[in-house]
Structure formats: C-alpha cells, structure tokens
C-alpha cells in the first residue's frame, strides 16, 4: 500500500494503516519523508494531554480511566504510552494492561506504545510524529502517557497541550516534583489514590509550593484534583479541570503559542541533525582528514578550516 | 600592538605577548581568527605532555620537577595548568604554588593556568588554542596540567602526544584509573609518593590491569614510574620513559595520526558550532518562527522545514 492509501485509510480509521503509520516513523523508514508530507495537512487537529508522573502513581489506570470518560462523549482517542526503560517497541497494544483491556477492541480507541529512543532516557525522537499519525487518524484526543524518569517529565510537558502531573500520598513526591522542575511544567495536578493515609498532606504541599511559585504559566494556575481512577472517583472532575485548561489555552493565544514553539524546537533539532549528518559525510569524504592534515602542517588554522568545512557542507 | 607584532614577540619569547595572546584566545576576542591564522605557521613544533590524575596525588610538585628537568636540557617549557574547578582564569602565574615558584622568574619558562569554560567540567575549548600559542612561542615542550575530574582526564589525552597518569599509594586510585577509561589513554603511568605504604601494591595492580588490556596502543605498552616528585626521585626515569614513548611516536607514524585526528576533532567541534550559531542567527531572524507557523498550520511538515532552515543556513 502506497503512503498515500495508507494516510487515507488511516484517516478514515484503519488500526492496521494506523499502526503501520506509526512503525514507519518508528523505523525512521525511508518513507518517512513522505509520510511526514502526507500527514501535514491533516494534522493540528487533536488535543494532546501529557500524564506524566513516578512509577506506582497509576498512570494507567487514570489514562485508562480518560479513555472512558472522553468516550462517553462520542470522542476518538488516541494513546500513545512511552516508557523510557522498555527495550521494547512497535506492536505492544498494551491489552495486557488491566484496565487498557476495556477499550482494547473499541475502534474508536487507538492504543500504541512505544519504547524511548531518546537521548540521555528522554521521550522517542518519533513521539512527535507518532502524535501526528494519531491526530491525521481523526483521534481528538491524544493522551501521552510516559513513566517520569526525570528529564522525560519535562519533556512530555513540550509535546502536550496540557500536562497532567500525577503524585500518591506518602510517595513524598511533592518534594520531588519540586526539585525535578515539574511545578513548572503541570497545568493540573493529580493526587491519585485519594483514599490512602496522607493524601491531604500531599494536597496541602502542593498548594503551598503552587501558592509560593509564579512560573510560566501566564496567569493560569494548576488546579489539583483528587481521585481515586481505579474506582473512577474524581475523572470528571479532571476532565472538567482539563477542558477549563483548553478553553483558557485557546482564548489566550497560548495554544498557538506553545504549538508554534513546539514545532520550531522540532525543526531546530531535525535541522542540527541533518547538518551534523553533513559534517559525517564530508569526514568520510575524507575533506576533514585532508584539512587536519593541512592544520597539522601549519598550512591553515583551525578556524580557516572550520570555514571552509562549513562552505562544503554549504555545497552539497 | 598588532596581532601579528604580537605573533612575532611571542615567538621571540616575550612572557608579555604571550600571557596578551592567551588572553584574546581565552576571551574569543574578536582577533581571535587573525591570532590563530598568525599563529599556524609557527605551530606543530612543540612536544605536548599531558599529566592527570586524582587531586592530591601531587601533578604540580611532578610537573614542576618536569620543567626542571627539561630546563636542564636547555629546552623551553611551557606549562599549562587547566583547573575545571577554579571560577578563576587568565592572569594566574601560579608562582604561589610552592614547587613552581623556582620557575616562575625563569625566562626559558611560561606558566599559566586557565579555568575551564569546558563542558561538563572538562577542558576549556580554549585549552588547544592556548597550546598553539605556546608552541608558536617557540616552547619545545608544553606540559599540560589537568585535575583528573572524570571527563577531563580523557580530554586531556586528546590533547596531547604523552599522557602521563599519576597515582598515589593508597588511594584506591588503580581501580579508579580502570573505571574511568584511563587504563586507554595513559602512556605511562606514574606511581608518585612511591615512599609511602603500599606503592608497591599499587604498582603491582596497575601491572595486573596493563597486563590484561590491550589497549588501542598500537604496541605500546604503558610503563610505570615509581616517584617522589618533592624529592625528585624518579624524575629522570619519568624523562627516559617520555623520551622512548616519544621516539615510538615518531616512528610509528602515531604521532602525525594522533595529531591529524586532534586537528579533526577541533575542526569539527568549530564547523559544528558555526553552524549552530547560523541556525541561532536564522531563529532571530524570524525564519525560524515563520516555518514554525506553517508546521501548525499544516502547511508544511516539520522535515519539510528543517530543509529549508538547512537551506537558509547553507546560503548566508
């Protein structure tokens, strides 16, 4: 199947063209270009919520939990679970998840995980494009979910529109968030497993630390909500405090804004890379080597070489 | 006074001209790219020693007893000291370190220390350049003097012909050396405060690690010098040892292969930077924005993009 027929099924909400989608950007497949080009117009459409937050929270559980309460409004959704320490990647549909298994047949529910590729245990490189496949697919939700191993948190944060942080009592993560720069990064809070011992302490830290920091949130400031997902107590009120979020994103402007961002700190880094790629060929091509020779001779410095290995880059 | 008047008083040995060329190099001054043209036909002359090792293990007390040594041979020395944990660069003489002070009115001798603007604690990126000064100062040996704080240690190795790694009895420094890498880049070993408990224990262990690398030494074996530098104990069998590992240098070809690949990797670190920067100047330049707003507008797709930031990049 061409990429075009594949983009068209996928958008008439194919699972198969879906997820094929996904591995060819997965795979950085030589046709990733064009699907990059197909998927163009189709996307900008969806929602992405981030949940982030340590292993043990319940991530899943309240992204399964999502799920549901989106698809109660006649909504497609899309999921996409990064987890930076699987070795494992691709097909996983992540049935085998307890509560995922629920909307694990639903065709209105696309459900994908995908291991990190990352740098330094980051977010995949092809999680952006990943979104873009389940957003040209139709899906007007998309929740990212990805286990908050540090840098990771921060990251999900420049990929979503709103970022969900998820703490639990007694796991002393309000601390941590702290510490970790997630203050700066959560439109909502979570406090999942609401009906535990200390999850009032953990509100109350919270509040205080969101009372004391000003952050870059351009007035808005991040509710917390309690729930208990596993029991579905407290999902409609997140929804309700995540639906406030997007409202506010969209009459400030703000939306725009950090979409414009996102998407230029994505050409940024496809650009340096492809540049770097160019200083690798030009080294094969063996221009660096006779350069250093040249620097090593006294024949030139290496800032006049540096020059002219740029204007070779430059002529290619 | 102009760069190449500069140039030429160096090399004629001026202790002012060249502390005045360190600084415009240490400062990217904008003559920086006349400096170092006018520097490159003076330069590749000077033997470039390196040694490294744990604080404490005594690297000022032997490098000091080094320029003593080979200022008895009547060769020019030049030393410099690259401190990753000092806030303080420039003008330092280190004449207060207790052993440089018998040097430091010397005329044959030019000390300098520079902090490290280095990434990650490592090396400055002005050390090489400050070596092509004191190479073109007419040095017929640099030593070059780095606290061993995990990255630097290995920097250090690319920097110079000879890396020496020292050690000291008793401080576990042998299984750290193997840790880090260091078994890889040193030329030769020294064991100083050989007096104390223990130095043979340590000299036995080096022994058992060297016997079981091979190392990417091409057949050179790491010798290991017992010292005690405060006494200059040692100090002429640690020559011996710097003069064979220079003499295979020399005729195995390494020292031009080892000297073209340091060439290399400075040209490319300043080729990549150019390019960074052109990518920075085309961000201010609103390029940046402007593709950003047709990614989001779906207009275009982000690798789309990137090729014609790469584009713009390749025609300034």
Not at 52 to 62: C, F, L, Y
Not at 189 to 202: C, E, M, Q
Not at 282 to 306: F, K, N
Request: proline content about 4%; some cysteine.
């Amino acid at each position: 199947m061409s990429v075009a027929d594949l983009v068209t099924a996928a958008a008439d909400g194919s699972p198969r063209a879906v997820a094929r989608l996904i591995s060819l950007v997965e795979d950085a497949a030589p046709e990733l270009r064009s699907v990059m080009a197909a998927l163009a117009p189709l996307s900008g459409r969806a929602r992405i919520v981030g949940l982030t937050g340590s292993p043990g929270v319940g991530k899943s559980t309240t992204t399964a939990a999502l799920v549901g309460a989106f698809r109660t409004r006649g909504l497609r959704v899309g999921v996409l679970a990064v987890d930076p320490s699987s070795p494992f990647s691709g097909g996983a549909l992540l049935g085998d998840r307890v509560r995922m298994q629920d909307h694990a047949l639903d065709p209105g529910v696309f459900i994908r995980s995908m291991a990190s590729r990352g740098h330094l245990g980051g977010l995949s490189w092809a999680t952006p494009q990943a979104l873009r496949v389940l957003d040209a697919a139709g899906c007007e939700v998309v929740l990212v979910e990805t286990v908050g191993v540090g840098q990771a948190e921060v990251e999900v944060a420049s990929l979503a529109d709103s970022t969900v942080v998820l703490l639990a009592p007694g796991m002393g993560d309000a601390i941590q968030a702290a510490k970790a720069g997630i203050l700066e990064v959560a439109d909502v809070f979570v406090v999942n497993k609401a009906d535990r011992d200390g999850a009032d302490n953990t509100v109350r830290d919270l509040r205080n630390m969101i009372s004391q920091g000003d952050g870059p949130h351009g007035g808005w400031r991040p509710p917390i909500v309690k729930t208990v997902a596993a029991r579905g107590e407290g999902i409609d009120d997140l929804v309700e405090r995540l639906d406030e979020h997007w409202a506010w994103l969209a009459s400030t402007g703000e939306l725009a804004r950090r979409r414009t961002a996102r998407a230029a700190a994505e050409i940024e880094a496809i650009a340096l890379t492809a540049l770097r790629e160019r200083l690798g060929d030009l080294h094969q091509g063996t221009a660096l080597d006779t350069l250093a020779a040249s620097v090593v001779a006294g024949e030139t410095d290496p800032y006049a070489a540096a020059d002219a290995l740029v204007a070779g880059v430059t002529r290619i």
